[in-house]
């Protein structure tokens, strides 16, 4: 069974950091592309960050690029996001999303992890 666990979140100061990890687990998490995002209260889902299944290629949110950085770890099937410089706007729950390069039918979700940003 395909699983993705998110992990990391937290309560932290205005300016703090966060690490976020996603651990994936039940397909080839070497064939899939994966992606954080995100989803505050009342608000639609939000793409964070995404990386290529190789880890070569990156892309970001305006709103976070110069502050987070995803990466990867294909020999621990984990995904990461290094969170810097964190903002209130930032809280809300981060999810982790696999999808296939080829077969963009195959396609997994997490749970989410809560990251609230708040003095």
């Known amino acids: 069974q395909a699983q993705l666990v998110e992990s990391g979140g937290g309560l932290v100061q205005p300016g703090g950091s966060l690490r976020l990890s996603c651990a994936a687990s039940g397909f080839t998490f070497s064939l899939y592309d994966m992606t954080w995002y995100r989803q505050a209260p009342d608000k639609e889902h939000e793409l964070v960050a995404t990386?290529?299944?190789?880890?070569?290629?990156?892309a970001y949110a305006d709103s976070v690029k110069g502050r987070f950085t995803i990466s990867r770890d294909n020999a621990k099937n984990t995904l990461y996001l290094q969170m810097n410089g964190l903002k209130p706007e930032d809280t809300a729950v981060y999810y982790c999303n696999a999808k296939h390069t080829r077969w963009r039918a195959f396609e997994y979700w997490g749970k989410g992890t809560q990251v609230t940003v708040s003095s």
């Open positions: 990386i290529s299944s190789a880890g070569s290629t990156t």
